[in-house]
T-cell receptor, first 111, second 114 residues
Framework: KNEVEQSPQNLTAQEGEFITINCSYSVGISALHWLQQHPGGGIVSLFMLSSGKKKHGRLIATINIQEKHSSLHITASHPRDSAVYICAVPLIYFGNEKLTFGTGTRLTIIP | NAGVMQNPRHLVRRRGQEARLRCSPMKGHSHVYWYRQLPEEGLKFMVYLQKENIIDESGMPKERFSAEFPKEGPSILRIQQVVRGDSAAYFC????????????FGNGTRLTVT
């Protein structure tokens, strides 16, 4: 069993739809990362959060430490949001070191 | 402020050759991480370095792979005697401190072994 599970694996939606991507993990963590990988391959760090909720523009990330679950939401989705979204957790308590990654959710937004 | 710079973007090597991948962290960042993404697979941790120190190399294959982050200059990931299975995207990330600080990723080096 993977230590980090994401769902769904693939998601296709119409422009404007509200998007939710889920991440469950089985290890104790200090913080969880959400990353975005564009079709060209570059990776951008979207959020690092250890509790509650963070918002940046149309992106919202939430985490429930007790339930070991995080969600990434995109409001008013746009074709430029099409990318692979990856959650990652550190294998050891102290933070970034040895991140374990989910397999990613491939999001396609249709105009 | 330039981001994390990786070069080359694409690297083609024949089996048995050496591959050297470079990563210049963001200015002020002294922590560097290397990750590998095999085709159709997720990212995997390889090695964590600070200036002149390897902190954790538990994700790196024991043979043919080495990494360094000298006092001056970029971090280097070196793969000797490459094989086809080394074909992958190699990403570098940096952070100002270890622990709970955001990571900044480079655009990756895509290594193809022919």
């Amino acid at each position: 069993k993977n230590e980090v599970e994401q769902s769904p694996q693939n998601l296709t939606a119409q422009e404007g739809e509200f998007i939710t991507i889920n991440c469950s993990y089985s290890v104790g963590i200090s913080a969880l990362h959400w990353l975005q990988q564009h079709p060209g391959g570059g990776i951008v760090s979207l959020f690092m959060l250890s509790s509650g909720k963070k918002k940046h523009g149309r992106l919202i990330a939430t985490i429930n430490i007790q339930e070991k679950h995080s969600s990434l939401h995109i409001t008013a989705s746009h074709p430029r949001d099409s990318a692979v979204y990856i959650c990652a957790v550190p294998l050891i308590y102290f933070g970034n070191e040895k991140l374990t990654f989910g397999t990613g959710t491939r999001l396609t937004i249709i105009p | 402020n330039a981001g994390v710079m990786q070069n080359p973007r694409h690297l083609v090597r024949r089996r048995g050759q050496e591959a050297r991948l470079r990563c210049s962290p963001m200015k002020g960042h002294s922590h560097v991480y290397w990750y590998r993404q095999l085709p159709e697979e997720g990212l995997k941790f390889m090695v964590y370095l600070q200036k002149e120190n390897i902190i954790d190399e538990s994700g790196m294959p024991k043979e043919r792979f080495s990494a360094e982050f000298p006092k001056e200059g970029p971090s280097i990931l070196r793969i000797q005697q490459v094989v086809r299975g080394d074909s992958a995207a190699y990403f570098c990330a940096s952070s100002p401190v270890g622990g709970d600080s955001p990571l900044h990723f480079g655009n990756g080096t895509r290594l193809t072994v022919t």
